[in-house]
């Protein structure tokens, strides 16, 4: 459940019991595909059967600690006193790990309008619930736009944003291309 801002003096519902708080920086890729703009997406964990632009948790520690918020506006508030990062050291290892992953080719970023998103999500292997900040970019441009369709250690699906199908695009994800105009980035 992605928290927006119509919801944040809103109660937490009673069985939503926060006990990790996480984060994430997403890269988000669009390529030109017989003239159509398609999402470029990976599959991280074939077990996860989600499709992911490229994240990075580079946090690496989630702080696990029972939430004591009423309100998903003091949630996000907790949230931001134990994520509390260098954004600009974050955002260095992430396109090193992009690097590692899909291939060596520098690019450049931006910040999307929506830019950073809190959303919760119940890990069923870990039977608890996350509030993850995730910090959102796209992709401008890259030296190498063939290594995005071709990674070296990830398996890749692209989604035409012309015929969009949200075949198991992982739920921020799909935030953000139902409130972002990705098609303008097309590379």
């Not at 695009?169 to 291309?177: G, M, Q, T």
Request: net charge neutral; with cysteine.
């Amino acid at each position: 459940m992605i928290i927006e801002k119509n919801i944040l003096e809103n109660n937490i519902k009673e069985n939503i019991k926060i006990e990790r708080f996480d984060m994430a920086i997403n890269f988000y890729s669009v390529v030109k595909i017989n003239g159509s703009p398609n999402l470029v997406c990976y599959d991280f964990k074939s077990v996860w059967n989600s499709w992911f632009p490229f994240y990075d948790d580079v946090n690496k520690t989630p702080v696990i600690k029972p939430s004591e918020a009423k309100t998903y506006d003091d949630l996000i508030r907790e949230c931001d006193k134990y994520i509390d990062i260098n954004i600009d050291e974050k955002i260095k290892l992430a396109k090193d790990r992009f690097k590692e992953l899909i291939g060596n080719s520098d690019f450049v970023i931006s910040k999307l309008t929506h830019h950073v998103l809190y959303e919760i999500k119940y890990s069923k292997s870990a039977n608890l619930y996350t509030l993850y900040k995730l910090y959102n970019f796209v992709i401008t441009s890259i030296d190498d736009k063939n290594i995005l369709l071709n990674p070296k250690k990830l398996k890749c699906k692209t989604f035409n944003l012309n015929n969009f199908n949200n075949d198991n695009l992982v739920s921020n994800a799909l935030y953000i291309v139902e409130h972002e105009n990705l098609k303008q980035f097309s590379l």
